[in-house]
């Protein structure tokens, strides 16, 4: 149970953000804490976040998102698949260069998903909202890392008796 947390906390959150709280940016937070859960765990503890909990995770943000069709989720398999097939260099690395490694993904899937949604409504949107979308990402990504640090030591520890 215990390594099932982590995909917990993201359905609980984009459950949560999902709902009209009036909270500016809800959707980009909510694609915010997404990702940096999916990036820290898959790099530090993949037990707790494997690709089938990430495809599941990803597919009840994507049916609670406003965004583009399967975005979210090429998105959260992305992260995914760079921290899991990094894990042992960024366990090497210092944090501001695997916090660096999250911002330039949420910068270039970030972009994507501005892409495709230019693409689906065939005009120039706006980049701001998805520039937005990854300033809260990177931005969010030192409090959630620090608080799943003292996670995987505590709570969400499954080896844990």
């Known amino acids: ?88 260099g960024l366990s090497r690395i210092s944090f501001l260069f695997g916090w660096a490694l999250l911002g330039g993904l949420a910068l270039v899937l970030s972009l994507f998903g501005w892409i495709i949604t230019c693409i689906g409504t065939l005009a120039m949107m706006s980049p701001v909202p998805s520039l937005f979308q990854a300033a809260v990402t990177i931005g969010i990504y030192p409090t959630l890392s620090a608080l799943f640090a003292w996670a995987r030591r505590t709570v969400a520890d499954p080896e844990q008796a």
């Open 1 to 88: 149970m215990r390594a099932l947390l982590p995909s917990l906390f993201i359905v609980l959150s984009a459950l949560l953000l999902s709902a009209g709280l009036g909270i500016p940016g809800q959707n980009e937070l909510c694609f915010g804490i997404a990702a940096s859960t999916v990036f820290f765990w898959s790099a530090h503890r993949p037990q707790s976040m494997t690709p089938f909990m990430t495809f599941c995770v990803g597919l009840v943000c994507e049916a609670l998102s406003f965004g583009p069709p399967g975005v979210f989720l090429f998105s959260l398999l992305v992260f995914h698949g760079v921290a899991h097939l990094w894990r042992y």
